[in-house]
């Protein structure tokens, strides 16, 4: 006979019980710092591995010299960290170690661990007056210090562009090929990332500093400074970062700027075109388009003849006739860009006038407020530039006095109780992006910009004066009184 099984039941509504988990080892580390002392042989000998979790005090750890993060937020997450206690635990590593394998590191190093991940944990416990922390032996992690902290800084979005460039370079340093880089921190972000995309960041780091502080402040994405990163000299970068705050394409800037002759100043497109019918031809026979194209450009030619023929001339001492298309283009070129140009500062002028008169908070200015926020908002997004373009005029009629750039003058508003200072930020903001749309089409105006230009005739008493512009909004020059 088989024996007898006895089978313990559990009391219906009654959970299961539960094995209590293990108390966290308390381990106390050496505080006094002969260079900085050793934790390994007080950790060690009390069984603790890596991966285990300890108790430490708060002044046994110092800051990761690679954690390149702004401590924003401490106050926030110190509060969170009161009602609901450390949800996630630091982790860190012993001095000896760190030191061991980044000797270079040793001004920063002032405490017997460091901490690996969690500063903004750490800083909060400091805020709170609490005297120890929950914190993981990651001593089999040292070696990869540099990626844990960027993967980790990443994941939590609070990494800038440009801090993100900069680890990027620092791993590129260590002996990392960009496509490491770029599949280690996607698989361990969990996200999809291209060794270029690992490139394009590190190229950043290139930029003129004006550029750079461009980038910092908002008045210039990401994308677009990929793309003016691309030109090799900081006279061709600011060049083009100018055409890009005027509105233009950073694509368009950076080709305009690239077929500019050497002397020419891109910014001032009005000048030198004449003068650029070989690079012009050039361009052509390479296959890239123009940077200014014309309506009356002349038709292309059967053949592109090869780079610097078009400079030579008949033995007759006659200029060839692929010479004489090409100086025909380039003086209609000049001509249309001179009466962009013009009209372009014209408008500009009416927009600053309309936001010093145009009263905001006036019953018969609303469908007109309407009318431009309608077609502001169908707009291609650009708001920093359009934002920089707004603090401008509102600089020059003095109601942005006390901000040291747009970025901060329109985070005042967003606070700001006055629903005057708002609608008027809102209001110059709203046009500026439709004046910058209009000025950086460089084919034919559409709709929009049509209708932009007809609000200015209508609300501002604007009057379009150049045969360019009148040809756009379809008019003629005794159309508008």
Request: negative net charge; proline residues 6%; hydrophobic residues 40%.
């Amino acid at each position: 006979m088989p024996p007898k099984i006895k089978v313990l039941r559990t009391p219906l509504n009654q959970p299961p019980t539960v094995p209590k988990p293990k108390p966290v080892a308390s381990v106390k580390v050496v505080t006094s710092l002969a260079g900085v002392s050793s934790t390994k042989d007080s950790l060690y000998q009390d069984g603790v591995r890596p991966g285990d979790t300890v108790e430490l005090d708060l002044d046994t750890l110092c800051p990761n010299p690679f954690n390149r993060r702004e401590m924003k937020g401490v106050e926030e997450l110190a509060a969170s960290i009161e009602q609901v206690g450390l949800i996630h635990n630091i982790s860190f590593i012993p001095a000896d170690a760190w030191l061991a394998e980044y000797p270079d590191t040793k001004d920063q190093i002032t405490a017997p661990n460091v901490i690996l991940v969690g500063e903004h944990r750490w800083r909060s416990f400091q805020l709170l007056e609490r005297k120890s922390i929950s914190a993981v032996l990651r001593s089999d992690q040292v070696g990869e210090a540099r990626l844990i902290i960027l993967i980790e800084n990443v994941r939590r979005s609070q990494l800038s562009i440009l801090e993100e460039a900069e680890l990027y370079r620092e791993l590129q340093e260590s002996g990392k090929s960009l496509a490491q880089i770029a599949r280690e921190i996607g698989e361990t972000a969990k996200g999809a990332m291209s060794k270029g995309t690992v490139s394009k960041r590190i190229k950043l780091l290139s930029l003129d500093p004006e550029l750079l502080d461009a980038l910092r402040e908002g008045t210039l994405r990401t994308s677009a400074a990929e793309h003016l990163a691309d030109l090799s000299t900081p006279e061709q970068q600011k060049a083009a970062l100018a055409l890009v705050l005027s509105g233009i394409s950073a694509i368009e800037a950076r080709n305009t700027v690239l077929t500019a002759p050497q002397a020419e100043v891109p910014g001032d497109a009005s000048e030198g075109l004449e003068s650029a019918a070989e690079p012009v031809a050039e361009a052509g026979a390479e296959g890239q388009i123009p940077a200014q194209p014309s309506a009356s450009a002349a038709p292309a030619r059967p053949a592109a003849p090869k780079a610097g023929q078009l400079s030579k001339q008949p033995t007759a001492g006659r200029p060839s006739a692929a010479a004489s298309v090409v100086s025909s283009r380039s003086r209609a070129e000049d001509t249309t860009e001179r009466e962009r140009a013009a009209a372009s500062a014209a408008r500009d002028a009416a927009c600053q006038r309309l936001v010093e008169t145009l009263d905001v908070m006036a019953a018969e200015s609303q469908d007109d407020l309407l009318r431009l926020f309608a077609v502001a908002t169908l707009l291609p997004p650009q708001q920093a530039p359009a934002q920089q373009r707004a603090f401008k005029w509102l600089q020059n009629l003095g109601r942005a006095n006390g901000h040291a750039n747009a970025a901060a003058f329109f985070d005042a508003v967003g606070k700001s109780a006055d629903e005057k200072e708002v609608r008027a930020a809102a209001f110059a903001s709203a046009l500026a992006a439709c004046e910058l749309r209009t000025a950086g089409r460089r084919q034919g105006w559409g709709p929009r910009e049509v209708g932009h230009v007809t609000f200015l005739i209508d609300v501002a008493h604007y009057k379009p004066e150049t045969a360019w512009e009148l040809r756009q909004v379809g008019l003629n020059a005794g159309d508008v009184q």
